[in-house]
């Protein structure tokens, strides 16, 4: 090993004002409070002349345009290469719009310019000020905080709920950092479930995470922040026997008590402190596309849809009128889609990235396959947002995500994109294995 791995690491507060449309639900839901501060998180690496920075904000998701712009002013004004910097979001629904999409209500970019922006910039910049030599504990266990939501009907429907035999990674994993004093300097719990504990409330919150981060902070005196897995299908498990609390904030405060005991619990078995190697990859997966639908088609379908401007329906007409712009200005298909993609591997555990709301069994399938890598953590809306990804198998069965997946974009992602995704992830993987 060349050099020891320093780590600064820094919060700040992006709590909006209240009033703001909420992100999530639909376009008609404002703040009334602020139930719990949302927050910035910065992680800034360092060994050698190897740079990174993990950023973790308490946001629903973050659109590909405000994430090229803050990782780009990141980048300049911190001499950190764009492709060493992750920027995800924890997926709270009660925070503010930070990316347009058509049906859920306006982008609040006042509140990106003059909070969330500022914010990152100030977690950033205290970050990298404070650089300590540190060494690496790894934890892992079970939690059952989340719950496969793609419930089956008994009319074979598939609908937002609790499905008990779904898809559910249960691993949540802990990756503290200790100082040379033997002080902890900070941790990261990594695990994958939706932020929707408190279901369509008027309150700003980080939801469930944001218990679990307050308590293993004040436990264990180091910053403690949560970053986002695969969660496509999976929510929050609430004893309303829901993913979501329908409104009432307790839900979240409930869940969040769940999770800080299983984090603090997984943190407890961290025995063994080691010297780590920072390494990274930033390039690209490359994901298959089917062809556009045809244009009548397309008029077809938006007939319907004319005066719907709301919501998944609001969706749907903006699509459909996209695809028939599209051949109009002289669109071609294309047979892939490349995506852009940050690994930070620091000793035996990869954190990457993935611009997606992934389906569990994504990441379960990446961390299986991958045999340099003990710990493979694949994040959700890491470096921008693209919708949801889902598996080949539940194309067929259709649903919520399946339906937004498909129409994410003018092309839809190929049946099998999920294999791609898998393999051009596990190719990219390799490319660290050397480094031990």
Same mark, same amino acid.
């Given at each position: 090993?060349?050099?020891?791995?320093?780590?600064?690491?820094?919060? *700040?507060?992006?709590?909006?004002?209240?009033?703001?449309? &909420?992100? @999530?639900?639909?376009?008609?839901?404002?703040?009334?409070?602020?139930?719990?501060?949302?927050?910035?998180?910065?992680?800034?690496?360092?060994?050698?002349?190897?740079?990174?920075? &993990?950023?973790?904000? $308490?946001?629903?998701?973050? @659109?590909?345009?405000?994430?090229?712009?803050?990782?780009?002013?990141? *980048?300049?004004?911190?001499?950190?290469?764009?492709?060493?910097?992750?920027?995800?979001?924890?997926?709270?629904?009660?925070?503010?719009?930070?990316?347009?999409? $058509?049906?859920?209500?306006?982008?609040?970019?006042?509140?990106?310019?003059?909070?969330? %922006?500022?914010?990152?910039?100030?977690?950033?910049?205290?970050? /990298?000020?404070?650089?300590?030599?540190?060494?690496?504990?790894?934890?892992?266990?079970?939690?059952?905080?989340?719950?496969?939501?793609?419930?089956?009907?008994?009319?074979?429907?598939?609908?937002?709920?609790?499905?008990?035999?779904?898809?559910?990674?249960?691993?949540?994993?802990?990756?503290?950092?200790?100082?040379?004093?033997?002080?902890?300097?900070?941790?990261?719990?990594?695990?994958?479930?939706?932020?929707?504990?408190?279901?369509?409330?008027?309150?700003? *919150?980080?939801?469930?995470? @944001?218990?679990?981060?307050?308590?293993?902070?004040?436990?264990?005196?180091?910053?403690?922040?949560? %970053?986002?897995?695969?969660?496509?299908?999976?929510?929050?498990?609430?004893?309303?026997?829901?993913?979501?609390?329908?409104?009432?904030?307790?839900?979240?405060?409930?869940?969040?008590?769940?999770?800080?005991?299983?984090?603090?619990?997984?943190?407890?078995?961290?025995?063994?402190?080691?010297?780590?190697?920072?390494?990274?990859?930033?390039?690209?997966?490359?994901?298959?596309?089917?062809?556009?639908?045809?244009?009548?088609?397309?008029?077809?379908? &938006?007939?319907?849809? =004319?005066?719907?401007?709301?919501?998944?329906?609001? @969706?749907?007409?903006?699509?459909?009128?996209?695809?028939?712009?599209?051949?109009?200005?002289?669109?071609?298909?294309?047979?892939?889609?490349?995506?852009?993609?940050?690994?930070?591997?620091?000793?035996? /555990?990869?954190?990457?990235?993935?611009?997606?709301? &992934?389906?569990?069994?994504?990441?379960?399938? %990446?961390?299986?396959?991958?045999?340099?890598?003990?710990? /493979?953590?694949?994040?959700?809306?890491?470096?921008?947002?693209?919708?949801?990804?889902?598996?080949?198998?539940?194309?067929?069965?259709?649903?919520?995500?399946?339906?937004?997946?498909?129409?994410?974009?003018?092309?839809?992602?190929?049946?099998?994109?999920?294999?791609?995704?898998?393999?051009?992830?596990?190719?990219?993987?390799?490319?660290? *294995?050397?480094? =031990?």
């Amino acid at each position: 090993m060349s050099s020891k791995l320093f780590l600064g690491v820094a919060r *700040s507060v992006i709590t909006p004002e209240v009033g703001g449309n &909420l992100m @999530g639900y639909n376009p008609t839901t404002y703040s009334e409070s602020i139930h719990d501060d949302l927050t910035a998180t910065a992680f800034a690496f360092s060994q050698g002349e190897t740079k990174a920075l &993990l950023v973790t904000v $308490s946001l629903c998701v973050i @659109g590909f345009d405000i994430n090229e712009k803050t990782v780009t002013m990141i *980048s300049e004004k911190f001499d950190i290469p764009k492709h060493n910097i992750i920027l995800c979001a924890t997926h709270t629904h009660s925070g503010p719009i930070t990316k347009f999409q $058509s049906g859920w209500g306006d982008c609040d970019y006042k509140y990106i310019e003059e909070i969330m %922006i500022p914010g990152i910039m100030k977690a950033c910049g205290e970050a /990298v000020g404070k650089m300590q030599p540190v060494k690496v504990g790894i934890g892992t266990g079970e939690s059952l905080v989340g719950c496969n939501r793609r419930q089956i009907y008994p009319d074979n429907s598939v609908h937002l709920g609790q499905n008990p035999w779904g898809p559910l990674n249960k691993q949540m994993t802990v990756i503290s950092f200790k100082g040379d004093d033997g002080s902890i300097v900070a941790n990261i719990i990594h695990y994958g479930c939706h932020g929707t504990a408190a279901g369509n409330n008027k309150e700003v *919150s980080r939801d469930w995470p @944001g218990v679990m981060e307050d308590v293993l902070t004040r436990d264990t005196g180091g910053i403690s922040a949560f %970053i986002n897995g695969p969660q496509g299908d999976v929510g929050p498990r609430c004893t309303n026997g829901r993913t979501t609390g329908i409104g009432n904030v307790k839900f979240a405060e409930e869940l969040g008590g769940y999770a800080a005991r299983d984090a603090k619990t997984i943190f407890d078995g961290i025995k063994a402190y080691h010297d780590a190697e920072l390494s990274m990859f930033g390039g690209f997966v490359a994901v298959p596309l089917d062809k556009r639908i045809p244009r009548e088609e397309a008029e077809e379908l &938006l007939e319907p849809l =004319k005066d719907k401007f709301v919501n998944q329906a609001g @969706g749907q007409r903006a699509y459909y009128e996209e695809i028939i712009e599209s051949y109009e200005n002289g669109y071609e298909d294309a047979a892939e889609r490349q995506v852009q993609q940050t690994i930070i591997r620091i000793g035996d /555990v990869a954190i990457v990235s993935f611009p997606f709301e &992934l389906f569990s069994e994504i990441g379960m399938r %990446i961390d299986a396959y991958c045999e340099e890598i003990p710990y /493979v953590l694949s994040l959700s809306n890491a470096n921008g947002s693209g919708n949801y990804f889902v598996t080949q198998d539940q194309i067929c069965r259709g649903g919520y995500e399946v339906k937004m997946y498909q129409q994410a974009y003018i092309q839809p992602y190929a049946k099998n994109a999920d294999y791609a995704l898998v393999c051009n992830t596990l190719e990219n993987l390799k490319q660290l *294995s050397n480094v =031990k």
